[in-house]
């Protein structure tokens, strides 16, 4: 098909929906993201508090608050993704924003270890649903040269609830209770499920590609594909090495911040939850507007801008631990913090352009998955493990928690790696899967 043929296609249906609805859809879209990352996120806030509340380790404490929602939100992952690439997206969408929702408020109420890891499985497998049903919504509002602009857009969820998991919610820790933290956070997601079934559209899926698959391929077909874009596999080893370190350290900073200087679980959250909210924010609208210039309609630009800021960031990670001067730690946070937002968006914008239409929440997934194993299962307990073993006392103290997260802040490098390989055949790649030239 001639470029202006396929210009003329991707105008015409583009114009079949306003401005205005897409731009509602993907308002909404970030408010769901915003609660997914505030309320997965919030226990590290309250790690300490829980941890003394429930008798726990450094390690036993990860245990508790990381794996039991981690494991059932990476695995159910695929089969919610399978669903999402056969049936109404909105709908699922709609539905695991409310069963999270309600598990973060039963978390609230828990008064034992078994009470809370049952309401954090409750939580990711509520969650499963959500980023995947997201992105493959988006994808079909916003057509490809605009898709790494507009989840950008969507990743702002991340940093507005980090924002909302560490400064907000320490102030209400301090004032009343780790419990009421869930409580309050919980509750919205509640009212904003039910404005995701009234009010929004699902969209015809593929209607802004030229890909001519029409049923929904299996599973293998899927995993064959994924494993033919080789560009994708090492943008998804990418992401998720950036999560795996990025995420890693950023869950257990709070504990580290109270324990190294002495403060509380508010005051932790003072030194860095401006930092999400702006910083985070700011990285990410600016990395939108970035990529919405004619120059980063090449991908390759992309994910050369990604590997570079993650291999700056990855110093300033390093500086973080290893200083004892807090006023250097802030300074260095203002460069770490925003990086581990702003490669959000990017990521899932172009591999939805490495995925066939009905492939969009099965990639997705996929990158969760292995994103998810490495901040949700491996980093915190990793952390925790080491931090035990560096102790004297065997339950976790403050030099050797430093130790324990010095240990995972070089692999930022290992992310750059893949960000710059993934360049070599991600033209051709694109092409493969929505049939549209750069």
């Not at 399978?82 to 539905?95: E, H, M, P, Q």
């Not at 924010?281 to 309609?297: D, M, Q, R, V, Y």
């Amino acid at each position: 098909m001639s470029s202006a043929a396929t210009t003329l296609k991707t105008s015409d249906v583009e114009n079949t929906t306003s401005a205005v609805v897409r731009w509602y859809v993907l308002a909404m879209m970030v408010l769901v993201y915003t609660l997914s990352i505030a309320d997965r996120y919030v226990v590290s806030t309250v790690l300490d508090s829980i941890k003394a509340d429930l008798h726990l380790t450094d390690e036993g404490v990860a245990f508790l608050t990381a794996w039991p929602l981690a494991l059932f939100y990476v695995f159910l992952g695929f089969p919610l993704s399978y669903l999402l690439d056969r049936f109404n997206r909105r709908n699922i969408v709609a539905i695991s924003l409310a069963v999270w929702s309600a598990m973060t408020m039963l978390c609230g109420a828990a008064t034992t270890s078994l009470q809370f890891a049952i309401s954090r499985i409750g939580v990711g497998v509520g969650e499963a649903g959500g980023t995947p049903g997201a992105n493959s919504i988006l994808s079909d509002y916003f057509p490809a040269f605009r898709r790494p602009m507009a989840l950008t857009i969507f990743s702002l969820g991340a940093p507005l609830g980090a924002w909302l998991s560490y400064q907000f919610a320490g102030a209400i820790a301090v004032k009343y209770g780790w419990h009421a933290v869930f409580w309050v956070l919980g509750a919205p997601g509640l009212v904003v499920g039910l404005l995701v079934y009234l009010t929004i559209r699902e969209p015809k899926r593929g209607q802004l590609d030229h890909s001519s698959e029409e049923a929904a391929p299996g599973v293998l077909e899927t995993g064959k594909f994924l494993w033919q874009q080789r560009s994708a596999v090492h943008v998804m080893l990418a992401s998720a090495l950036t999560a795996l370190w990025g995420w890693g350290l950023i869950y257990w900073t709070p504990a580290f911040l109270q324990r190294t200087y002495h403060l509380d679980a508010g005051q932790a959250g003072d030194v860095t939850g401006n930092m999400h909210l702006y910083a985070g924010s700011l990285a990410t609208i600016a990395t939108g507007w970035l990529l919405a210039k004619p120059a980063f309609n090449d991908p390759r630009r992309i994910v050369w801008f990604m590997g570079a800021i993650i291999g700056v960031a990855t110093f300033a990670a390093i500086g973080i631990y290893w200083t004892h001067s807090l006023p250097v730690a802030k300074a260095l946070f203002w460069v770490f913090i925003p990086s581990i937002y702003f490669y959000i968006g990017p990521c899932f914008g172009i591999l939805n352009n490495l995925a066939m239409p009905r492939m969009r929440a099965m990639f997705c997934a996929a990158t969760l998955f292995v994103a998810n194993v490495g901040n949700l299962v491996i980093a915190p307990i990793l952390i925790g493990r080491l931090s035990v073993w560096f102790s004297a006392d065997g339950f976790g103290d403050a030099p050797s928690l430093r130790l324990a997260m010095l240990c995972l802040a070089p692999v930022g490098f290992w992310a750059t790696f893949h960000y710059f390989w993934s360049a070599r055949g991600l033209v051709r790649d694109q092409e493969r899967a929505t049939g549209i030239k750069i």
